[in-house]
């Protein structure tokens, strides 16, 4: 990837720190996600800037936004569109739901029932939406970013594991420090710094770039350390069920793309560590005692990349 691109993408991450403070890393990870064409699932505690993240990717892109909020009574058709009948034309026509955009916030997506919460499955895997036996693609580039409460349960649909498995990553926010939170008051004490955020970036950059991270070298040991500790993750004790291969091919991509972020032309195993809990902690289901021990799944990450060896050898092997 040629470095004017590498740099239109850091400035991106910049852009958006001006709305996000203190949160560089996270940030980091929601371009890798978009540049993977993957979708993200944050989950956090109201008020962290969920919403504004979404919206300051999308102005830094110059792409479409749209924000569907997932209530126990929304339907499918809400979300993908619905086929209304013309009398004038005596025909029916095509009215596009909120997903037929560039950047789509699913807010509380557990809210809303399996029924509805199915009906962003398509457009997350196949780039698409079929209403009444007629496909529609999506606009390129095209983002589900999902949003959930863990503390609010009452009411809701947890999503099940094959929904949660079509998440390219899943990050949470987290509260800021002090004098990150003096600094979010200095800076909305006039105006919004979302109002200011301009674009640094063109939507035919992105598709330029997601393009260009799939040429990133994955070396032969980078691939078997990838494999090993996805492969950890279905023998670990505290680990019901595994990250299946779905795992083993986000985490690949993920730290090329991470890899190039960083302006290297080829993959570290620092780079897949750097990604594993976002990547995969999502994909596992964890051991009833582990859940009672109230253990984390990123816990049980931290416990698999200390324990894996990685394989010695020196970076000219790793760029070969």
Do not use: W
């Amino acid at each position: 990837m040629d470095k004017a691109l590498v740099a239109r993408i850091n400035g991106v991450v910049q852009n958006v720190e001006r709305v996000i403070f203190g949160k560089h890393h996270e940030i980091e990870l929601a371009l890798v996600a978009l540049i993977c064409r993957g979708h993200i699932l944050v989950e956090d505690v109201p008020g962290t800037g969920k919403t504004v993240l979404a919206k300051a990717l999308a102005r830094s892109l110059g792409c479409s936004f749209r924000r569907i909020q997932f209530t126990p009574d929304l339907l499918p058709s809400d979300v993908t569109g619905v086929s209304i009948f013309n009398q004038r034309t005596n025909a029916f026509e095509f009215r596009p739901g909120p997903v037929m955009t560039q950047v789509v916030l699913a807010d509380e997506i557990n809210r809303a029932t399996p029924k509805t919460q199915s009906a962003l499955l398509e457009s997350m895997d196949e780039h698409q939406v079929t209403v009444d036996g007629t496909t529609y693609q999506l606009p390129e580039p095209f983002l589900v970013m999902a949003t959930q409460n863990p503390i609010e349960y009452e009411g809701t649909f947890p999503l099940p594991e094959a929904q949660l498995d079509r998440f390219f990553m899943r990050i949470q926010l987290g509260y800021p420090s002090e004098k990150e939170e003096i600094a979010i008051l200095d800076a909305q004490r006039i105006i919004h710094p979302l109002e200011t955020i301009e674009q640094v970036m063109s939507a035919d950059e992105l598709l330029r770039a997601q393009s260009g991270v799939r040429e990133i070298h994955l070396a032969e040991s980078v691939k078997v350390y990838v494999v090993n500790v996805v492969t950890a993750t279905r023998s670990h004790p505290d680990v019901y069920l595994g990250a299946s291969p779905r795992g083993s091919l986000a985490l690949s991509r993920a730290a090329q793309t991470y890899a190039a972020m960083n302006g290297r032309d080829y993959v570290v195993p620092d780079d897949v560590k750097a990604l594993a809990a976002a990547t995969l902690s999502h994909r596992l289901i964890l051991q009833p005692q582990a859940r009672l021990k109230d253990l984390a799944a990123t816990t049980v990450i931290a416990e698999i990349l200390a324990s894996v060896p990685v394989e010695s050898g020196s970076a000219q092997a790793l760029r070969a």
